[in-house]
Nanobody, 122 residues
Framework: VQLQASGGGLVQAGGSLMLSCAAS????????MGWFRQAPGKEREFVAR????????YYADSVKGRFTIFRANAKNMVYLQMNSLKPEDTAVYYC????????????????WGQGTLVTVSS
């Protein structure tokens, strides 16, 4: 599966942004999907993931209550709605896919999209 992330940009603290990730292939609904981010000078970290069946979502504590991951299997799309953005949310955001949840949990999914930069100004 190939992934194409988009939607990044510059936003003021407290603002909102929605990232999108388009996936190729006819088996998108079989993949668990996730978002990760990498801030300047830091390691890439998990942000959120959603199961293939859309029945479960998980979030990093740092974004819980502010970010929402959702997907539209009919459109081969996964989204990350980001509200109440903070300067510490500034990072390159990556979407990722894997047939298993474990690889997403441990940050080693089989498929990565290119990143999209989110910059939150104070």
């Amino acid at each position: 599966v190939q992934l194409q992330a988009s939607g990044g940009g510059l936003v003021q603290a407290g603002g909102s942004l929605m990232l999108s990730c388009a996936a190729s292939g006819r088996t998108f609904s079989r993949y668990h999907m996730g978002w990760f981010r990498q801030a300047p000078g830091k390691e890439r970290e998990f942000v959120a993931r959603i199961s293939s069946s859309v029945d479960s979502t998980y979030y990093a504590d740092s974004v819980k209550g502010r970010f929402t991951i959702f997907r539209a299997n009919a459109k081969n799309m996964v989204y990350l709605q980001m509200n109440s953005l903070k300067p510490e949310d500034t990072a390159v955001y990556y979407c990722a896919a894997d047939p298993t949840t474990d690889k997403l949990r441990f940050g080693v999914p089989d498929y990565w999209g290119q990143g999209t930069l989110v910059t939150v100004s104070s």
